[in-house]
């Protein structure tokens, strides 16, 4: 990923009005790499690709799971870009919902 690289976060608050934040993406990673007490399972549904040139958009669905009990679902998007030293993520975008999952 790029050292610039931002996580954004979208959902919908209590009160229905929508939510989104931005959070430390080395964070995230150092979170998500780490062990937990509860298996963490995200399972992507679905996928889209799409690319032109050097930039590539990655539109994924998924379901995710602690432990055997379901969480949230969602769609994670990615942005990428292409330098001299390869392929880099320069954004992620998540949402996080809990009704209407497949």
């Known amino acids: 990923m790029r050292d610039d690289a931002r996580l954004i976060k979208g959902y919908t608050g209590e009160n229905t ?8 993406f080395h964070a995230f ?20 690709i799409k690319i032109d040139d050097d930039p590539v ?18 769609v994670d998007a990615f942005q990428l870009v292409r330098d001299a030293s390869g392929w880099k ?12 999952c497949r």
């Open 57 to 74: 958009q990655v539109w994924t669905t998924y379901v995710f799971y602690a432990g055997t009990q379901f969480s949230h679902c969602g």
């Open 17 to 24: 009005l929508p939510v989104v934040t931005e959070d430390d």
């Open 29 to 48: 990673l150092a979170a998500v790499g780490s062990k937990h007490e509860v298996t963490r399972d995200e399972r992507v549904l679905s996928y889209e």
């Open 89 to 100: 993520i320069l954004n992620f975008t998540d949402t996080r919902r809990t009704k209407n």
